[in-house]
Structures are given as C-alpha cells and as structure tokens.
C-alpha cells in the first residue's frame, strides 16, 4: 500500500511540471512582428546570409529581399513550371553559390511532373542559370 506523503509529493509535482509548463507557454506569444514585404502566394523561403532571403512565390516568381535596405528584387530564371493547384515554383534551398528548387514542370498535354533543378546564383545579374532534373 503507497503511503499518503507519497501521494501528496506525488500530486506536488506534477502541479509544479504543470505551472513551469504553463509559464513556458505564456512566454511563448510575446512575440511582436512587422510586415516585411507583399507575397503572392509564398511557398518557401532560404536565407543568402544574414540579410538575404530568397522566397519562392508558387505563381513562379523568385523574390530576393534584402532585410537592411527593405529591398524586393525579382530574380528572372528559365524553368517550365506549371501554377495548378498545389502546383508550382516549390521548395527552394540556397548552398554554395547555388540555389537548388523543386517545381511542377508543364510537360505538355496536360502531363507534369515534379521536378528539381539546380542553378548558379549570381546575384549582380538577378538571374540563375539552371539545369533541370526530373524525378
């Protein structure tokens, strides 16, 4: 048979875990946040450097902002994408100087497939230069 302080020191804790958690928790929503610029669509995001966000719009346009300067800059590219449903420009993963994105790809007659393709980000000319695998 558990003896009576057991219980109590028992139903102690767990009261203590339960307020620490809900202090946690009350801290977590002070949170102030400014719009930093208008999506259309947003679908991913990857960060340059410290400054620097390239966003994917599923519409098919690349966004670089810049958080100092509240710069938006359209980055152009040559990918066949197609925009239907959850169709689109998708994921996008900056590394090494390149930027690596998955999309829908129009194949024609009404075919598609998700595809990746792996481009050289040159920031002076606003463009990548990209080469498609499909998978």
Not at 42 to 62: A, H, Q, V
């Amino acid at each position: 048979m558990v003896g009576q302080n057991y219980l109590e020191v028992k139903k102690f804790f767990i009261s203590l875990i339960l307020f620490l958690i809900s202090i946690k928790v009350s801290f977590a929503g002070n949170f102030n946040f400014k719009k930093i610029v208008d999506l259309n669509d947003p679908w991913s995001s990857t960060f340059i450097n410290n400054n620097e966000l390239l966003i994917t719009e599923k519409s098919g346009k690349i966004k670089l902002v810049n958080f100092n300067s509240k710069k938006v800059l359209e980055i152009k590219h040559n990918l066949n994408y197609l925009e239907h449903g959850q169709g689109g420009l998708l994921d996008i993963l900056f590394k090494d100087d390149y930027v690596y994105i998955s999309y829908t790809e129009n194949r024609g007659d009404g075919k598609t497939s998700t595809s990746i393709a792996k481009g050289e980000f040159n920031k002076n000319n606003d463009s990548t230069r990209s080469n498609s695998t499909s998978w």
